[in-house]
């Protein structure tokens, strides 16, 4: 069965660095775009990063600059390098993909999410 697990999460000061991995495991034939999104405490769910099978990115506006997301389609893990952390950023950061597995039809998937805590 398909998979993804994210792993990287932490407790950074402001300021610091942390790096996110979402590893794909299973009977894959494919991986399309994989994306990340976060959730704060009493806010709806947004897209935070995304990357389509060719590389190219795309970012929201609040992590422009600071963030920058990648992908290793040989290890089927995508990555999410946050830098000069802001208390704002603090959250569960999803991954996110649509996979083609191994005699079957597109579907997408979700990991469990990380927690990412940015202290001020």
């Known amino acids: 069965q398909v998979q993804l697990v994210e792993s990287g999460g932490g407790l950074v000061q402001a300021g610091g660095s942390l790096r996110l991995s979402c590893a794909a495991s299973g009977s894959i034939s494919r991986i399309n775009s994989m994306t990340w999104y976060r959730q704060a405490p009493g806010k709806q769910r947004e897209l935070v990063a995304d990357i389509t099978s060719g590389g190219r990115t795309n970012y929201a506006d609040s992590v422009k600059g600071r963030f920058t997301i990648s992908r290793d389609n040989a290890k089927k893990t995508v990555y999410l390098q946050m830098n000069s952390l802001k208390p704002e950023d603090t959250g569960v950061y999803y991954c996110?993909?649509?996979?083609?597995?191994?005699?079957?039809?597109?579907?997408?998937?979700w990991g469990q999410g990380t927690q990412v805590t940015v202290s001020s």
């Open positions: 996110n993909a649509d996979i083609w597995p191994v005699g079957a039809n597109l579907y997408n998937y």
